[in-house]
């Protein structure tokens, strides 16, 4: 008995080593101080930054609803995979000045954002990000916006009228 709780803490501890290079990061719209929506490449003696070729970073916090993500990334000795790297499977654009952008995404409640990030690392790779969530009106809010104003106009206009006559 004793052997088979030492085996289930071993093959638990070497996968949460093996995962110790990927991360959770709550993501406020309206972030408060300037280390809430930062990331850092982070690792362990075991697990690299970009170990095994990637780094899976969970954007988490964030109702439903569509979203323009904007991810901007300073790195060092290592280069990102712009082909590969992903978040919740839409690619991104990487321009030559680190920033990774992403227009117009929808979140459930139920999956959070998913920022997979492919390269390659060299020796004393580092890397840190900040995120940039804007929330996307849906089209019913522009449809009750016009709905509003054609009221408005119509009853400026019944109000002139009436005046004139």
Do not use: W
């Not at 709780?5 to 093959?11: F, G, I, N």
């Not at 110790?20 to 930054?49: C, E, K, R, Y």
């Not at 997979?116 to 089209?139: H, Q």
């Not at 019913?140 to 004139?164: D, Q, S």
């Amino acid at each position: 008995m004793k052997f088979k709780m030492l085996v289930a803490s071993l093959l638990a501890a070497a996968s949460f080593s093996a995962a110790a290079a990927d991360q959770s990061v709550p993501v406020f719209l309206n972030p408060t101080d300037g280390n809430q929506n930062h990331f850092n490449g982070q690792f362990t003696p075991t697990d690299g930054i970009l170990s095994g070729g990637s780094d899976i970073i969970t954007l988490t916090g964030l109702a439903s609803g569509m979203y323009n993500v904007v991810v901007t990334i300073s790195s060092q000795n290592l280069t990102f995979d712009s082909a590969m790297s992903n978040l919740n499977g839409a690619k991104g654009t990487f321009d030559n000045y680190g920033k990774y952008s992403f227009g117009y995404l929808a979140s459930t409640d139920s999956a959070p954002f998913v920022l997979s990030l492919f390269g390659n690392a060299k020796a004393g790779a580092t890397y840190s990000g900040d995120i940039t969530v804007t929330a996307v009106p849906e089209p019913e809010t522009y449809g009750m916006m016009v709905g509003g104003l054609a009221l408005l106009g119509f009853m400026a206009r019944r109000r002139k009228a009436k005046n004139a006559a």
